[in-house]
């Protein structure tokens, strides 16, 4: 069933469990999400983020995984990530989006709260929850111009309280795009944050978690976890074998097969160490 986020992360955030929310790109990996989600009777969250949106129409990704998420009784959120811009926002909401990330997060915090404001406002008009940035999680791509900065507990607190946010993703050491799971964790800041705010957190940039961090940040009051890359190395590493394992055969659903049972792979190993 279709929900927005504010109602998956309600019920986890103090549970000693977590959502992840990954990054699909289409059918492929949407679909293995929601069949792992099933078989644990867990809550989805399938996000598009600025690559996605820049390869399909948010219309065409709305309609597809609405269509695949009917039917099936467990909470099912699709959520677009990172947006830039209000217009991209309403633009999500329109076409059938339950929740929406606006990133403000290289804004001064006023002009973020701002903005985050205007979002806020008309997404909860129409039943869609939001979620926004304070500090930045920066990437671990020098090509991408987006700095770094640690989330401060203070603007934390007056940002949720002043922007009415539903989830709130914080700065405390991971990086968007991490192949490997070196990124390390600021724990003693992560737990000052929460001190402050009631609103549920959330990590981006968690593919370059270690298992044992992923299965830690589900004892804090952390409702959702961001994985993207993973899957695209699990997709992506399989499909090119392959294709050289395979170099008569022209049909891509076949050679789909065996990258799409990589990627549930993952999706399940994710689940299971944040709770599930």
């Not at 390869?55 to 699709?78: F, G, T, W």
């Not at 695209?232 to 022209?250: D, P, Q, V, Y």
Request: hydrophobic share 40%; glycine share 6%; proline share 3%.
């Amino acid at each position: 069933m279709l929900v927005n986020m504010k109602e998956i992360l309600m019920g986890v955030a103090d549970s000693n469990t977590a959502v992840p929310g990954f990054n699909v790109y289409g059918y492929e990996d949407a679909m293995m999400v929601i069949e792992v989600a099933n078989k644990l009777n867990a809550p989805a969250i399938l996000m598009s983020n600025k690559d996605a949106v820049l390869h399909m129409d948010v219309k065409c990704q709305a309609a597809l995984y609405r269509a695949i998420s009917e039917n099936h009784n467990i909470p099912i959120s699709i959520h677009l990530d990172h947006a830039g811009s209000y217009e991209l926002c309403v633009k999500a909401i329109a076409a059938g989006f339950t929740s929406v990330m606006y990133d403000g997060s290289q804004l001064p915090i006023e002009e973020n709260i701002t903005r985050t404001k205007e979002v806020v406002r008309l997404a909860h008009s129409c039943g869609v929850s939001v979620e926004a940035e304070i500090g930045s999680v920066g990437y671990d791509d020098p090509s991408i111009n987006a700095k770094a900065i640690y989330t401060n507990p203070q603007e934390a607190k007056i940002f949720a309280e002043e922007t009415g946010v539903d989830a709130l993703a914080v700065a405390v050491g991971t990086l968007h795009r991490m192949q490997k799971q070196t990124a390390e964790i600021q724990y003693e800041l992560l737990e000052e944050i929460q001190s402050i705010t009631s609103v549920p957190l959330v990590i981006h940039g968690s593919t370059g978690l270690a298992d044992r961090d992923l299965t830690k940040l589900s004892t804090y009051h952390v409702g959702k976890v961001n994985i993207g890359t993973a899957l695209r190395m699990a997709f992506g590493n399989t499909l090119r074998k392959e294709i050289n394992n395979h170099k008569n055969e022209i049909d891509r659903i076949k050679l789909f097969e065996e990258p799409m049972r990589q990627v549930k792979e993952v999706v399940l190993n994710k689940y299971k160490l944040l709770g599930w």
